[in-house]
């Protein structure tokens, strides 16, 4: 099994502002995943980041709006830029350290105002 | 592209009572299908994981069924209780991870 941590847990953000959220897994893993998931709906994967190369983006997910970064085997950050209502969500990362059973953090509820 | 629907979208139940959750996809070549419990406001929690090469599998009260040339897989949930209520939600595998939109529980004590 794993451990995954995400900060914030929560947050309330002005339209117009950008949030990082950072997830850190207490293993190492080749593939971390991002997720959104709109109130009242089910997960939408928003991109798949590799350490040391690009983030792998779904369709309807750009870099510009979600940039992703990926320093090492255990950590990763998701910024939302450029926030609008729209985006309120809970974002959650998840991560598969060994095996194909995927674990993911607790979420970043988001609420843009 | 794979569809993933579960049945019914939500449960109410007395407490004691056995229960299925349903699952179907409409491809059958995936990989594995995964079994997760989400709390309100809360991350997902592995419930049980089901390789494409098995039937099913157990831990504790659950019990996970998978019959891919069907495209279905079920979650029984044996003697539940109210710490059961919870939104479940299946995941199916193939090149991609595709969600179900999930059954809500609520377990009546």
């Known amino acids: 099994s794993a451990v995954i941590s995400q900060k914030p847990s929560r947050d309330i953000c002005q339209r117009g502002t950008s949030l990082t959220i950072q997830c850190q897994v207490d293993?190492?893993?080749?593939?971390m995943f991002w997720y959104r998931q709109q109130p009242g709906q089910s997960l939408t994967l928003i991109a798949t980041a590799n350490q040391g190369s690009e983030a792998t983006y779904e369709s309807g997910f750009v870099i510009d709006k979600f940039p992703i970064s990926r320093p090492n085997l255990t950590f990763s950050t998701l910024t939302v830029s450029n926030m609008s209502p729209e985006d309120s969500s809970i974002y959650l990362c998840?991560?598969?350290?060994?095996?194909?059973?995927?674990?993911f953090g607790p979420g970043t509820r988001l609420t843009v105002l | 592209k794979q569809e993933v629907t579960q049945i019914p979208a939500a449960l109410s139940v007395p407490e004691g009572e056995n229960l299925v959750l349903n699952c179907s996809f409409t491809d059958s070549a995936i990989y594995n299908l995964q079994w997760f419990r989400q709390d309100p406001g809360k991350g997902l929690t592995s419930l049980l994981l089901i390789q494409s090469s098995q039937r099913e599998q157990t831990s504790g009260r659950l019990n996970a069924s998978l019959d891919k040339s069907s495209g279905r897989s079920t979650l029984y949930i044996a003697a539940s209780q109210p710490g059961d209520s919870a939104t479940y939600l299946c995941?199916?595998?193939?090149?991609?991870?595709?969600f179900g939109a999930g059954t809500r529980l609520t377990v009546k004590p």
């Open positions: 995941a199916v595998e193939d090149n991609d991870m595709r």
């Open positions: 293993s190492q893993v080749t593939m």
């Open positions: 998840s991560a598969r350290p060994g095996g194909n059973e995927q674990f």
